[in-house]
């Protein structure tokens, strides 16, 4: 069965560099979600879209942003990278807004160095 | 808010049963979760309670009180690949975001 889809997997950029991560979700599903999850840290929700909507935003830094495009693909922009920005981003997607079953994509590993 | 509380560590035999415990706060309630993740590895949903009470799935089990905050994951007959992260989360104030508690790394011992 399709899983949800991240691009790219790994991603090493200098300080103060750009960076965007690409969600495919499950298809069907109509929500995505990004966490962030630092080493040793439980993931934090950053973000989540419903129906290509921005649904609910948690501890996303200003210079993050996001959006979910009209084939439900969702991208995060990082901008003005620092290091305490390196981690493991997870996006999962759910069909419907209601359930708390979300399906995770494997992450991308984003350095900065 | 939300405020989400599990131990940090347990460790277990292999064959033998296990209860991780997760404590809670939360203004308002839209089910409790929990997850499974290893090392490295995308978290995995397991089981989740809306309403009190035990909820049965295989080697898994999960109960919750809502009236006491409380859930517990139950583990039995562990193996060793159960050796993972387990993370409670909750679905509290907005039914958008489902936030995560630090997790309970268990260690499954032959």
């Keep these: 069965a399709a899983g949800v889809i991240q691009s790219p997997r790994h991603l090493i950029k200098e300080k103060r560099e750009t960076a965007t991560l690409k969600c495919y979700p499950i298809p069907r599903h109509d929500t995505v979600y990004w966490y962030q999850q630092g080493p040793g840290q439980d993931p934090q929700f950053l973000i989540s879209f419903y129906e290509k909507m921005q649904s609910d935003k948690g501890s996303i830094p200003d210079r993050f942003s996001a959006q979910q495009f009209s084939d439900y693909h969702s991208e995060l922009n990082m901008s003005s990278l620092e290091l305490g920005d390196s981690a493991l981003y997870f996006c999962a997607s759910s069909l419907g807004t209601n359930t708390g079953e979300l399906f995770f994509g494997e992450g991308s590993r984003l350095t900065v160095l | ?110």
């Design chain 2, 1 to 110: 808010g939300q405020n989400i509380d599990q131990p940090t560590e347990m460790t277990a035999t292999e064959g033998a049963i296990v209860q991780i415990n997760c404590t809670y706060q939360t203004s308002g309630f839209n089910g409790l979760f929990w997850y499974q993740q290893h090392a490295g590895e995308a978290p995995t949903f397991l089981s989740y309670n809306v309403l009190d009470g035990l909820e049965e799935k295989g080697r898994f089990s999960s109960f919750l009180s809502r009236s006491k905050g409380y859930s517990y994951l139950l583990l039995k007959e562990l193996q060793m690949k159960d050796s993972a992260s387990y993370l409670c989360a909750l679905k509290g104030d907005s039914s958008y975001k489902l936030i995560f508690g630090s997790g309970t790394r268990l260690l499954v011992r032959p």
